[in-house]
Structure formats: C-alpha cells, structure tokens
C-alpha cells in the first residue's frame, strides 16, 4: 500500500480493518489523514479478497476527535469551500463503497469524526462513546455531510438539536436514536464489531452489493423511480449463481457457500 503515515491496514479473513492513527491529536482529521483515507478505500475497492470494511480509531480515547483545529483556524473561505470538498468527496467514496462499511467507535467521534461514522453502512460504540458535532462552538457548521446524512439517519428533530447545541450524546443515547446499531464494553469493541460484520458477510456478496445500492439509490429517487430499480436489482439476481446457491442450501437445509458470483 502506497506511503501512508496516519492509515493503516489490518486484515482479519474477509474483513479489511482500516485504522486511523494519529493517537496524540486524538485522530483527528488533517488534510493527510483524508487523502490517505480515500487512497486506503480506492486500494481496498477492487480486492476481490475483502468482503467488508471496518473503520476504527488507534487508542482507547476516540474514534476521531473531528477535523485538526489547527488547520481549519488557516482557513480563508475559498480553501474552507476546498476542505469542505475533499472531506466530503471522501466519505461520499466511503458510503457508495461497494462493500460494507461498519464503524467502530471506541471514545470520541465529534465534527468530522462523527460525519465519518455517518458515512459508514453501520456503526457499532464502546461504552465510553460520544456523539457530537461541536462545530457552532467553533464558529463553523459540520462541513463533512453532517448537515445531510444526520437528519437521515436520526431524524430532523434530534439532528437539528446536536447541530446547534454542540453538546455531545454518551452511547446509550446514541443508540437508543438509532445513531449506533450496538454498544460493547471498550475492551471487546473490535472483536464485537468484526462479529457483527461478518453477520453480514456471510450473505451473498452480490445481494449485499446490491442491496447497498439500491437502498442509496432509493435516498436520491422518486418513490416510483426507486421501486423501479429495486424491481431490477431483484429480477437480475434471479441470474446470479449466489441466488441459486442461497435457496438451494435452504431447501437442502444446509448452509450456503457463495461464490460472490
Ligand atoms: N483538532 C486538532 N487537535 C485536536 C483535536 C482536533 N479536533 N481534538 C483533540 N486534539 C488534540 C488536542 O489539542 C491535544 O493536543 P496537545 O496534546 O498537543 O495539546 C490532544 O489532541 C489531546 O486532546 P485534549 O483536549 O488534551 O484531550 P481531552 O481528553 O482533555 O479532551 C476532547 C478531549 C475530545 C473533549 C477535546 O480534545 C476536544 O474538545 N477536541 C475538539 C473536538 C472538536 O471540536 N471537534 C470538531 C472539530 S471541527
């Protein structure tokens, strides 16, 4: 994998674990750390070996502890408009992935760190996890997608509070708002959050695919444009040999081997 300074990669059988690695600011997002996320994703991208992605944080304190202060304070408002970009251009790459992408957060996931786990398929926390997106506090607004995947995925109404308080949420509320699927103690995070994506790759890879897609598509369609492309999606897997493998192993009560074909 190309020079990476702040990303690395772990593999773990069919699940890529990407690790953000800046421990001393806490992970925070700088303008390497982006770039080398969106190059970790476009290398892993065609791996025919990874079925899914885990992104995690290095150290017991946080996830990401948002974008570096220190470089937004530099900011004048055409390099804002390109910080805003590049963020938002990676996690968009990171949601249309084609693969699950899960998040596990152990400690902070605040401003951009927060955006990023909204970006991720799923999300599971460690106990001492917090939710937030302290950008008013800075003078700023979340500039990584915040302000469009949040609302979609808790609703407008707690979506418009975490935006103008700045306060954070621990990990039982974020999972009783639907910001976290499942909460573990810190120590059992990664293994936990492993377990559970492989609750996904064990399906057929291709209606996994598929499903992502079509649940995306579904988000930017009319109704009736997005129940067009489900139709689609569902007649075009009758032709895959996983469909056949999948309700083959049921009916001969034994479990599938798919092929991802
Ligand atoms: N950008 C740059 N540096 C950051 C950072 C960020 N978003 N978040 C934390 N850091 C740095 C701190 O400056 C500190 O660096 P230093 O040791 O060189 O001084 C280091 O990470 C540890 O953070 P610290 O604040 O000492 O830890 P803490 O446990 O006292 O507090 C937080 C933890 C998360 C509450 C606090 O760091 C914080 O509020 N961070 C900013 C969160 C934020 O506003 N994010 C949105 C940015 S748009």
């Not at 990023?116 to 599971?124: D, K, P």
């Not at 997608?145 to 707690?158: D, E, K, S």
Request: proline share 3%; hydrophobic share 45%; net charge negative.
């Amino acid at each position: 994998m190309s020079d990476l300074q702040h990303v690395r990669v772990e593999w773990d059988g069919e699940l890529a674990i990407v690790v953000i690695d800046r421990v001393d600011k806490l992970n925070a997002l700088n303008a390497e750390v982006v770039r080398e996320l969106g190059d970790v994703f476009r290398e892993i991208r065609d791996d025919g070996d990874v079925l899914g992605v885990v992104v995690t944080g290095a150290g017991d304190k946080a996830f990401v502890a948002g974008a570096d202060i220190g470089e937004l304070a530099q900011m004048t408002p055409l390099t804002g408009v390109e910080v805003s970009r590049d963020g938002q251009n990676v996690f968009s790459e990171i949601e249309r992935f084609p693969k699950p992408v899960l998040a596990a957060v152990g400690g902070y996931a605040l401003g951009g760190g927060c955006e990023l786990a909204l970006a991720c398929h799923l999300r599971v926390a460690s106990d001492n996890a917090r939710f937030g997106q302290p950008e008013v506090g800075l003078g700023t607004i979340p500039g990584f997608g915040g302000t469009v995947r949040l609302a979609r995925i808790v609703g407008f109404g707690v979506a418009v509070e975490m935006v103008l308080t700045g306060a954070m949420i621990d990990a039982d509320r974020a999972e009783r708002i639907g910001l976290v699927s499942a909460v573990y103690p810190r120590d059992e995070l990664l293994d936990r959050a492993k377990a559970f994506l492989r609750g996904v790759t064990k399906n057929g890879p291709v209606a996994v695919r598929m499903a992502l897609e079509s649940i995306y598509v579904a988000q930017n369609s009319a109704p009736q444009d997005a129940a067009s492309f489900e139709s689609a999606v569902f007649g075009l897997l009758a032709s895959t040999d996983d469909l056949k493998e999948g309700m083959t192993a049921f009916l001969e009560k034994r479990k599938p081997a798919f092929k991802g074909e």
